[in-house]
T-cell receptor, first 121, second 107 residues
Framework: GAVVSQHPSWVICKSGTSVKIECRSL??????MFWYRQFPKQSLMLMAT?????????EQGVEKDKFLINHASLTLSTLTVTSAHPEDSSFYIC?????????????????FGEGSRLTVL | SQQGEEDPQALSIQEGENATMNCSYK?????LQWYRQNSGRGLVHLIL?????REKHSGRLRVTLDTSKKSSSLLITASRAADTASYFC???????FGAGTRLTVKP
Protein backbone atom coordinates (compact mmCIF):
# COMPACT_ATOMS: atom_id res chain seq x y z
CA GLY A 1 0.00 0.00 0.00
CA ALA A 2 0.89 3.65 -0.23
CA VAL A 3 3.21 5.02 2.40
CA VAL A 4 3.09 8.29 4.26
CA SER A 5 6.16 9.20 6.23
CA GLN A 6 5.92 11.54 9.17
CA HIS A 7 8.96 13.05 10.81
CA PRO A 8 9.97 13.37 13.56
CA SER A 9 8.14 10.56 15.30
CA TRP A 10 8.73 12.22 18.63
CA VAL A 11 10.15 15.54 19.74
CA ILE A 12 10.77 17.26 23.05
CA CYS A 13 11.23 20.99 23.08
CA LYS A 14 11.36 23.91 25.47
CA SER A 15 8.44 26.24 25.92
CA GLY A 16 8.61 29.14 23.49
CA THR A 17 10.40 27.31 20.71
CA SER A 18 8.96 26.30 17.36
CA VAL A 19 8.72 22.76 16.07
CA LYS A 20 8.25 21.61 12.50
CA ILE A 21 6.64 18.30 11.60
CA GLU A 22 6.88 16.92 8.08
CA CYS A 23 4.42 14.71 6.27
CA ARG A 24 5.56 13.09 3.04
CA SER A 25 3.75 10.82 0.64
CA LEU A 26 6.50 8.49 -0.51
CA UNK A 27 5.06 6.71 -3.52
CA UNK A 28 2.12 8.83 -4.60
CA UNK A 29 1.20 12.45 -5.09
CA UNK A 30 -1.26 14.11 -2.79
CA UNK A 31 -3.06 17.34 -3.52
CA UNK A 32 -4.75 17.22 -0.16
CA MET A 33 -3.33 16.38 3.23
CA PHE A 34 -5.01 16.52 6.59
CA TRP A 35 -3.54 17.35 9.97
CA TYR A 36 -5.02 15.91 13.13
CA ARG A 37 -4.33 16.25 16.80
CA GLN A 38 -5.01 13.46 19.25
CA PHE A 39 -5.00 13.55 23.03
CA PRO A 40 -4.52 10.32 25.03
CA LYS A 41 -7.41 7.91 24.70
CA GLN A 42 -9.34 10.35 22.56
CA SER A 43 -10.26 10.58 18.93
CA LEU A 44 -8.55 12.48 16.18
CA MET A 45 -9.48 16.14 15.96
CA LEU A 46 -9.16 17.60 12.50
CA MET A 47 -7.02 20.71 12.68
CA ALA A 48 -6.72 21.73 9.07
CA THR A 49 -6.93 20.64 5.48
CA UNK A 50 -3.81 21.35 3.50
CA UNK A 51 -4.04 21.86 -0.25
CA UNK A 52 -0.99 21.95 -2.45
CA UNK A 53 -0.22 25.43 -3.68
CA UNK A 54 -2.87 27.20 -1.65
CA UNK A 55 -3.60 28.24 1.88
CA UNK A 56 -4.71 25.65 4.38
CA UNK A 57 -8.27 25.55 5.60
CA UNK A 58 -8.36 25.58 9.37
CA GLU A 59 -11.06 24.16 11.56
CA GLN A 60 -12.92 26.42 13.92
CA GLY A 61 -10.95 27.08 17.06
CA VAL A 62 -7.56 26.23 15.55
CA GLU A 63 -5.20 29.19 15.55
CA LYS A 64 -3.69 29.54 12.10
CA ASP A 65 -0.86 31.71 13.41
CA LYS A 66 -0.06 29.10 16.00
CA PHE A 67 -0.14 26.09 13.71
CA LEU A 68 1.45 27.06 10.41
CA ILE A 69 0.80 24.68 7.55
CA ASN A 70 2.69 24.67 4.30
CA HIS A 71 1.97 22.35 1.38
CA ALA A 72 4.62 23.38 -1.08
CA SER A 73 4.67 20.25 -3.21
CA LEU A 74 2.49 17.30 -4.10
CA THR A 75 4.43 15.08 -1.71
CA LEU A 76 5.14 17.29 1.29
CA SER A 77 3.14 19.17 3.86
CA THR A 78 4.59 20.66 7.02
CA LEU A 79 3.04 21.69 10.30
CA THR A 80 4.94 24.18 12.41
CA VAL A 81 3.88 24.67 15.99
CA THR A 82 5.06 28.17 16.78
CA SER A 83 6.02 29.36 20.26
CA ALA A 84 5.05 26.01 21.68
CA HIS A 85 3.65 25.74 25.18
CA PRO A 86 3.01 22.70 27.38
CA GLU A 87 -0.66 22.66 26.39
CA ASP A 88 0.46 22.04 22.79
CA SER A 89 1.87 18.70 23.86
CA SER A 90 -0.03 16.11 21.89
CA PHE A 91 0.11 13.45 19.20
CA TYR A 92 -0.07 15.00 15.74
CA ILE A 93 -1.03 12.82 12.77
CA CYS A 94 -1.15 13.62 9.10
CA UNK A 95 -2.96 11.85 6.32
CA UNK A 96 -2.79 12.16 2.58
CA UNK A 97 -5.33 11.78 -0.17
CA UNK A 98 -3.95 10.54 -3.49
CA UNK A 99 -4.05 12.85 -6.46
CA UNK A 100 -7.23 12.60 -8.45
CA UNK A 101 -9.55 11.66 -5.62
CA UNK A 102 -11.95 14.12 -4.11
CA UNK A 103 -13.81 14.28 -0.86
CA UNK A 104 -17.30 12.94 -1.02
CA UNK A 105 -16.81 11.10 -4.25
CA UNK A 106 -15.80 7.55 -4.89
CA UNK A 107 -12.80 7.91 -2.66
CA UNK A 108 -10.51 5.22 -1.52
CA UNK A 109 -8.72 5.17 1.75
CA UNK A 110 -6.69 7.89 3.29
CA UNK A 111 -3.10 7.03 4.07
CA PHE A 112 -1.83 8.02 7.47
CA GLY A 113 1.57 8.81 8.83
CA GLU A 114 2.71 7.13 12.04
CA GLY A 115 2.22 10.30 14.03
CA SER A 116 4.50 12.70 15.85
CA ARG A 117 4.45 12.95 19.60
CA LEU A 118 5.27 16.47 20.77
CA THR A 119 6.21 17.15 24.37
CA VAL A 120 6.72 20.75 25.37
CA LEU A 121 8.56 21.27 28.64
CA SER B 1 -16.44 19.06 15.91
CA GLN B 2 -16.26 15.32 15.44
CA GLN B 3 -18.75 13.76 13.10
CA GLY B 4 -19.48 10.42 14.59
CA GLU B 5 -19.81 8.77 17.91
CA GLU B 6 -18.88 5.20 18.55
CA ASP B 7 -20.21 2.95 21.23
CA PRO B 8 -19.13 1.33 23.31
CA GLN B 9 -16.18 3.53 24.18
CA ALA B 10 -14.36 0.50 25.52
CA LEU B 11 -14.91 -3.18 24.94
CA SER B 12 -13.12 -6.12 26.53
CA ILE B 13 -13.67 -9.66 25.27
CA GLN B 14 -12.01 -13.05 25.25
CA GLU B 15 -10.14 -14.38 22.26
CA GLY B 16 -12.48 -16.17 19.91
CA GLU B 17 -15.49 -14.04 20.74
CA ASN B 18 -17.06 -11.57 18.35
CA ALA B 19 -16.72 -7.83 18.85
CA THR B 20 -19.35 -5.37 17.68
CA MET B 21 -18.79 -1.64 17.57
CA ASN B 22 -21.30 0.97 16.52
CA CYS B 23 -20.93 4.39 15.00
CA SER B 24 -23.44 7.18 14.50
CA TYR B 25 -23.05 10.24 12.36
CA LYS B 26 -24.97 13.45 11.94
CA UNK B 27 -24.97 14.57 8.33
CA UNK B 28 -25.71 12.97 4.99
CA UNK B 29 -22.79 10.99 3.64
CA UNK B 30 -21.56 9.40 0.46
CA UNK B 31 -19.24 6.95 2.14
CA LEU B 32 -18.12 5.86 5.56
CA GLN B 33 -14.82 4.27 6.49
CA TRP B 34 -13.54 2.30 9.44
CA TYR B 35 -9.98 2.59 10.67
CA ARG B 36 -7.87 0.86 13.25
CA GLN B 37 -5.20 2.45 15.44
CA ASN B 38 -2.70 0.59 17.54
CA SER B 39 -1.61 2.52 20.60
CA GLY B 40 0.61 5.44 19.72
CA ARG B 41 0.58 4.68 16.01
CA GLY B 42 -1.03 5.97 12.87
CA LEU B 43 -4.32 4.75 11.47
CA VAL B 44 -4.82 1.84 9.14
CA HIS B 45 -7.75 1.69 6.78
CA LEU B 46 -9.99 -1.33 7.28
CA ILE B 47 -12.98 -0.97 5.03
CA LEU B 48 -15.09 1.56 3.15
CA UNK B 49 -18.82 1.26 2.70
CA UNK B 50 -20.73 3.40 0.25
CA UNK B 51 -24.05 5.02 0.99
CA UNK B 52 -25.85 2.70 -1.43
CA UNK B 53 -24.47 -0.38 0.29
CA ARG B 54 -26.01 -1.97 3.35
CA GLU B 55 -23.40 -4.56 4.22
CA LYS B 56 -19.84 -5.34 3.31
CA HIS B 57 -17.42 -8.09 4.26
CA SER B 58 -13.65 -8.26 4.34
CA GLY B 59 -12.11 -11.32 5.93
CA ARG B 60 -13.24 -11.40 9.57
CA LEU B 61 -14.75 -7.93 9.27
CA ARG B 62 -18.38 -7.20 8.57
CA VAL B 63 -19.63 -3.65 8.24
CA THR B 64 -23.23 -2.54 8.01
CA LEU B 65 -24.63 0.86 7.15
CA ASP B 66 -28.10 2.19 7.90
CA THR B 67 -28.44 5.59 6.30
CA SER B 68 -31.97 6.05 7.66
CA LYS B 69 -30.60 5.81 11.19
CA LYS B 70 -27.28 7.40 10.28
CA SER B 71 -25.41 4.54 11.87
CA SER B 72 -22.86 1.90 11.01
CA SER B 73 -21.54 -1.14 12.80
CA LEU B 74 -18.28 -3.04 12.62
CA LEU B 75 -18.24 -6.70 13.57
CA ILE B 76 -14.98 -8.56 14.10
CA THR B 77 -15.55 -12.29 14.22
CA ALA B 78 -13.38 -14.84 16.00
CA SER B 79 -11.32 -12.10 17.61
CA ARG B 80 -7.63 -12.48 18.31
CA ALA B 81 -5.35 -10.81 20.83
CA ALA B 82 -3.75 -8.99 17.88
CA ASP B 83 -7.08 -7.26 17.23
CA THR B 84 -6.53 -5.20 20.38
CA ALA B 85 -6.61 -1.59 19.18
CA SER B 86 -8.85 1.45 18.89
CA TYR B 87 -11.37 1.46 16.07
CA PHE B 88 -12.75 4.62 14.51
CA CYS B 89 -15.37 5.38 11.95
CA UNK B 90 -14.92 8.37 9.69
CA UNK B 91 -17.25 10.08 7.28
CA UNK B 92 -15.38 10.30 4.03
CA UNK B 93 -17.07 13.50 2.94
CA UNK B 94 -15.18 15.56 5.51
CA UNK B 95 -12.82 12.99 7.06
CA UNK B 96 -13.95 13.61 10.59
CA PHE B 97 -13.54 10.80 13.05
CA GLY B 98 -15.78 9.44 15.74
CA ALA B 99 -14.74 9.05 19.35
CA GLY B 100 -13.56 5.48 18.79
CA THR B 101 -13.92 2.18 20.56
CA ARG B 102 -10.97 0.77 22.48
CA LEU B 103 -11.08 -2.97 22.00
CA THR B 104 -9.14 -5.31 24.25
CA VAL B 105 -9.02 -8.98 23.33
CA LYS B 106 -7.75 -11.13 26.13
CA PRO B 107 -5.80 -14.26 25.19
Amino acid sequence: GAVVSQHPSWVICKSGTSVKIECRSLDFQATTMFWYRQFPKQSLMLMATSNEGSKATYEQGVEKDKFLINHASLTLSTLTVTSAHPEDSSFYICSAMPLGLALGGDTGELFFGEGSRLTVL
Amino acid sequence: SQQGEEDPQALSIQEGENATMNCSYKTSINNLQWYRQNSGRGLVHLILIRSNEREKHSGRLRVTLDTSKKSSSLLITASRAADTASYFCATVDDMRFGAGTRLTVKP
